[in-house]
């Protein structure tokens, strides 16, 4: 069975940093795609960014272009997604999730699993 533990979330001002991490155990971290997606209060949750599973591939919302860098360390089955320049339209609870494969994908109903989530808030 998969589990998915995000952490890193927390307040912040705006124009500051965050780095999000989410470990993965019961999966071969490796052989999967890895997401970013977050869900602020009253709308739907929205992708935020994604990893191939080598890491060579990476795709971003256009809203977070610049300012956020996904990686990962197959060696710690870890993902995370490094917050520069937050606004406070960065606030959400932010998730992370394995894909269904290697690939790469933006569209949620490419990821298997979810983590719990963890919350980001911006203060401006």
């Known amino acids: 069975q998969v589990q998915l533990v995000e952490s890193g979330g927390g307040l912040v001002q705006a124009g500051g940093s965050l780095r999000l991490s989410c470990a993965v155990s019961?999966?071969?971290?490796?052989?999967?795609?890895m997401g970013w997606f977050r869900q602020a209060p009253g709308k739907e949750r929205e992708f935020v960014a994604t990893i191939s599973r080598s890491g060579g591939s990476k795709y971003y919302a256009d809203s977070v272009k610049g300012r956020f860098t996904i990686s990962r360390d197959n060696a710690k089955n870890t993902v995370y997604l490094q917050m520069n320049s937050v606004k406070p339209e960065d606030t959400a609870v932010y998730y992370c999730?394995?894909?269904?494969?290697?690939?790469?994908?933006?569209?949620?109903?490419?990821?298997?699993?979810w983590g719990q989530g963890t919350q980001v808030t911006v203060s401006s």
């Open positions: 999730a394995v894909g269904r494969n290697g690939v790469a994908f933006t569209t949620s109903q490419n990821y298997g699993s």
């Open positions: 019961g999966r071969t971290f490796s052989s999967y795609a």
